[in-house]
């Protein structure tokens, strides 16, 4: 995968071109890993969160749940719920939410819980490999401006 992503969603492509066996063309697994990344984005935000200042209610919350199919709209709500609530700033915010809502939903038919457990894993790493490499970027254009 190249470096250089201007969006999560580009990582996701270049996750997906990469991939030779189609595992990522099935809705529901970008379902999966979308909700993922939107899980991690919620963790990683809740830390800095100004109502409440290192939360990882949402991060245990996670850690008690069974990834399959069935949970995914579950968990899904409840990081939503949380961003609300605790009123966080999610780097790109919009894009992960809206790729884990926006992805159609349809019947997971053949597909194993532990296919959905791992797409989900995958777009929870993913996304704090990209929210990390965005931060250097930020890091280096500040540094180009001073």
Do not use: C
């Amino acid at each position: 995968m190249p470096e250089e992503k201007s969006s999560f969603n580009d990582y996701f492509l270049g996750r997906q071109k990469a991939d030779t066996t189609g595992y990522y063309a099935t809705p529901a697994i970008r379902k999966a890993y979308f909700i993922g990344a939107y899980a991690k984005a919620v963790i990683n935000s809740s830390f800095h969160s100004k109502v409440s200042r290192e939360n990882t209610t949402f991060k245990h919350w996670l850690s008690n749940q069974i990834i399959n199919y069935r949970n995914l709209d579950r968990i899904f709500e409840i990081a939503f719920r949380y961003e609300q609530k605790l009123k966080l700033n999610i780097r790109n915010q919009s894009e992960v939410r809206k790729l884990a809502h926006e992805t159609p939903l349809e019947k997971a038919a053949g597909i194993s819980s532990a296919k959905i457990s791992y797409a989900f894993v995958a777009g929870f790493d993913d996304y704090q490999k990209y929210s990390k490499a965005e931060q250097a970027k930020s890091a280096e254009k500040e540094t180009e401006n001073d």
